[in-house]
């Protein structure tokens, strides 16, 4: 059979553009006059949220605002969101922020429309049918939620996020104006711009599975193809090119815009092809050292890539034909100055060297890697096969700056 392979899941509606979130009173109220606004505390006191509602209203949409969402993103936070939602039914749901925004509007939609417990839908295809619709209006540049299939939770019960994956979880409409990225602290776009780099990066190394006619229906995340292939250089292309400009002028409007277009186009990646090791491995050390999912996702994407370089490094020369790369001396030496390039570019943007730095202990790098090899989906979508040893290694590395 013919490997010309892929897969694409996205939005019916992706809208992009500045300015662009004042299209959404009318983009919901074709879908429904009964909307719910998952928010956060500080987005919801400001001046675009002020305008939204109104827009919504001129609409005759209306509102309830859940503005409780927690970063990385509580149980017990959606399930809370649930209960204050009782006797208002909402017709549409509207994910308004940063990814966990995103990601309570999906599980709350996924609740609201089939009932809980949560655990039920964790995993890949145990979502029974369509959800609330949601339309999801990013103010961060990074996450790619508004245009993926995965939402992920922190269950308690479990001491480890966990992720629910679907197309069913693919919102209904995607809204991304960069212009809401403009209030973001550096340090906040730094890690998110490099959370994105490392969906692209992963997607674009992401293992090749054989292909037949099941594929796509037996895998939410089918791995490296045709699609995810060009979303993914797409977004490193623009990211390592308006990373360190957004991060040094939060006003640059053309560095915001052109991040925005970066996260987007790596959801679009990702969203097909999955990721892989740097987010097996950062689920355990977020637990343990309570640190964004952005942070620890960059601070091992390097270590990863070195790892990965025998089997990859074909698409690193790829990469790094994207990012100006010609390295003399054949494919390794572009491959090895492509992960050079990556780790200087994280570095300049203030993401930490290794996982030390992350506040990691010394005596939990076994148990992160045991911990890793749980996230099976994930280690199965790595290029080079990953067995516990391997990991380990990995983990040492990146604990101790080992290049």
Known sequence: MNQ????????????????????????????????????????????????????????????????????????????????FC???APEVIIGLGGGSCMDMAKLVGLLL????????????????????????VPTTA??????????????NARDLKVGVSSPYMIPHTAICDAELTASCPAGLTALSGADALTHAVEAFTAIRHPVDGELSQQRVFVGKNLFSDQHALNAIRAIFKFLPRAVANGSDAEARSMMMYGSVCAGLAFGAAGTAAAHAIQYPVGALTHTAHGLGVAALLPYVMAFNGPAC????????????????????????????????????????????QLGLQEDKLDWVAEQSML????????????????VRQIVGNAYYGRA
Do not use: W
């Open 142 to 155: 990074g996450t790619g939620s508004e245009v993926t299939p995965v939402a992920v939770v922190a269950d």
């Open 313 to 356: 490094i074909d698409d690193f020369v790829e990469i790094g034909q994207a990012i100006g790369v010609y390295a003399h001396g054949g494919h390794d030496n572009t491959a090895l100055e492509v992960i050079s390039r990556t780790r200087d570019l994280c570095a300049s943007i203030g993401i930490p060297a290794n996982l030390a």
């Open 4 to 83: 010309t392979f892929g897969v694409m899941r996205a939005p019916r509606e992706l809208i992009f553009g500045d300015g662009q979130r004042r299209a959404l009173g009318k983009v919901a109220a074709r879908i429904g006059k009964r909307a719910l606004i998952c928010t956060d505390q500080r987005f919801a006191a400001s001046q675009p949220m002020n305008e939204i509602l109104d827009d919504l209203a001129m609409q005759g949409v209306v509102c309830r605002v859940f503005d409780g969402t927690q970063a990385e993103l509580p149980l017990t936070s959606i399930e809370e969101c649930v209960k």
């Open 375 to 390: 996230s099976a989906r994930l280690i199965n979508n790595n290029p080079r096969k990953l067995a516990l040893p391997d």
């Open 86 to 88: 009782e006797g208002f």
């Open 113 to 136: 429309t089939h009932g809980g417990p949560m655990d039920r839908f964790y995993g890949e295809f145990k979502v029974p049918g369509p959800i609330v619709p949601i339309v999801a």
